[in-house]
């Protein structure tokens, strides 16, 4: 059923483009690239809305990439430079041009819950306000615990603070086409588990925002 949705949307698309519109050319490029979004929706997501969830997020053209994660990290550090100050969070470009947010657990939430501390959500605020104005980009959260309770409790754990942070987001207006929950468990701790300073340090949640490019679309949708 999906693919003749597919078909659909590329036919009804070229349909509107007139053989002799002089923008013939930039409406069936739009077109085409409006399908294949949605042919990568598809790709990525069978479940229900996969179709939309790759034509929802537009494409960045290569060169102008480094700009736009560059303007969206100096707003992104600027209105959160308070948590910054606190080391609440860490923000930094990683080399493929993704934004990554290093949130500590302990100031987002309480020991073994996923429930969003009240005092924490000021922050994803602001966070989300950012991500609305920089809509090109896919965003995946990604939780960890640290290793006291068993192995499966904590991934469990980990899925639903990242499922946590996704409905926040969600409900403060960025698109659900663009946000991802990963739970990691307690793999790839950052400290020893042997004493509370360094399980404190593998308790967290870090944000990945990485850009949509043309031509590299699907590396968006990687788990990081």
Known sequence: MKKIVLVSLIAAALSGCAADDPNQKTKTGAAIGAAAGALLGYAVDDGAGGVLAGAAVGALAGGGVGHYMDKQQ??????????????????????????KIDIASEVSFDFDSASLKSAFTPTLNKVSDILQRYPNTIIHVVGYTDSVGSE?????????RAQSVVDYLSSRGVSSSRLYAIGKGESDPRATNDTEAGRQLNRRVELFVKPVIEGQESEAYQTP
């Not at 707003?75 to 934004?99: G, P, V, Y």
């Not at 499966?152 to 639903?160: A, F, G, I, Q």
Request: proline share 0%.
């Open 74 to 99: 100096q707003e992104m550090e600027a209105a959160l430079a308070d948590e910054r100050a606190r080391n609440e969070l860490k923000i930094q470009q990683l080399e493929n041009e993704t934004l």
């Open 152 to 160: 499966s409790y904590n991934m469990k754990l980990s899925e639903r």
